[in-house]
């Protein structure tokens, strides 16, 4: 009797430790918004700004930098980043500085005292929230502004992507951030890709007013506006 019982648990002992470690962690999809002080990303980027019809391009690299880090009482960490632009013939400038923390399964980041709820974990397709979540912006009377405004949602997950810039990858996610289209009004166009182990790789935006005078209402005539991309071109540890 002795030693079947001992058998008995020896036997339950090695299923018991086999099924703990097989035990499978979630994946939160933190991945794709890496954070860690000396990640470094470069971009290229081509911006366009419109004025009555004016229009002017201008050609330029941006580098963020995560330089620093604090945590507070309830166990956030808020990383700290600097962003860096320069021409092709120029040295780096500093552009401003910016924080980003994750913090109730959101990456919240401050862009210039503004902040935006960039992503959401774990990511899944068409999972929405509130972008300005932690701001006022919908209510601030810009004319883009309706129902949908802001609504951030994923429309690509996990998908092989390649850039303007050359830079693959087998996983991407897709964030449309708004998709406003009014042909008397204007355009509020904005998305952001972010890739597994990187972070953002591609940012898209297209903010157009068209001229509502009598004389040219429902042309699409462009008073004003920019359209940016921002690529990717390299990433690593300062």
């Given at each position: 009797?002795?030693?079947?019982?001992?058998?008995?648990?020896?036997?339950?002992?090695?299923?018991f430790?086999?099924?703990?470690?097989e035990?499978v962690?979630?994946?939160?999809?933190?991945d794709?918004?890496?954070?860690?002080?000396?990640?470094?990303?470069?971009?290229?980027?081509?911006e366009?700004?419109i004025?009555?019809?004016?229009?002017?391009?201008?050609?330029?690299?941006?580098r963020?930098?995560?330089?620093?880090s604090?945590?507070?009482e309830?166990?956030?960490?808020?990383?700290?980043l600097?962003r860096?632009?320069?021409t092709?013939s120029?040295?780096?400038?500093?552009?401003?500085?910016?924080?980003?923390?994750?913090?109730?399964?959101?990456?919240?980041?401050?862009?210039?005292?503004?902040?935006?709820?960039k992503?959401?974990?774990?990511?899944?397709?068409?999972?929405?929230?509130?972008?300005?979540?932690?701001?006022?912006?919908?209510?601030?009377?810009?004319v883009?502004?309706?129902?949908?405004?802001?609504?951030?949602?994923?429309?690509d997950l996990?998908?092989?992507?390649t850039?303007?810039?050359?830079f693959?990858?087998?996983?991407?996610?897709?964030?449309?951030?708004n998709?406003f289209?009014?042909?008397?009004?204007?355009?509020d166009?904005?998305?952001?890709?972010?890739?597994?182990g990187?972070?953002?790789?591609?940012?898209?935006?297209?903010?157009l007013?068209?001229?509502?005078?009598?004389?040219c209402?429902?042309?699409?005539?462009?008073?004003?506006?920019?359209?940016?991309?921002?690529?990717?071109k390299?990433?690593?540890?300062?």
């Open positions: 009797m002795r030693k079947g019982l001992g058998v008995f648990l020896v036997f339950s002992f090695v299923i430790s086999c099924s703990t470690d035990q962690i979630p994946d939160m999809g933190l794709y918004y890496p954070l860690q002080v000396g990640n470094y990303a470069t971009y290229e980027v081509k366009t700004n004025l009555q019809s004016k229009v002017t391009e201008t050609f330029y690299d941006l963020i930098k995560v330089t620093g604090s945590i507070n309830q166990g956030v960490v808020t990383y700290f600097v860096e632009k320069r092709s120029g040295n780096w400038e500093s552009l401003d500085s910016w924080s980003t923390k994750v913090m109730d399964n959101k990456t919240v980041q401050n862009e210039g005292n503004v902040l935006f709820v992503l959401v974990f774990p990511p899944s397709m068409n999972l929405k929230w509130d972008g300005n979540q932690f701001n006022n912006l919908p209510d601030d009377g810009n883009f502004n309706d129902s949908n405004s802001d609504q951030y949602f994923i429309s996990d998908e092989p992507i850039l303007p810039s050359g693959e990858t087998d996983h991407s996610l897709t964030v449309i951030q998709n289209s009014d042909n008397i009004v204007g355009t166009q904005r998305k952001e890709v972010y890739a597994k990187v972070g953002l790789i591609y940012k898209e935006i297209t903010q007013e068209y001229c509502t005078s009598s004389n209402l429902g042309q699409q005539k462009v008073d004003k506006g920019v359209i940016l991309i921002q690529s990717l390299e990433h690593g540890q300062i």
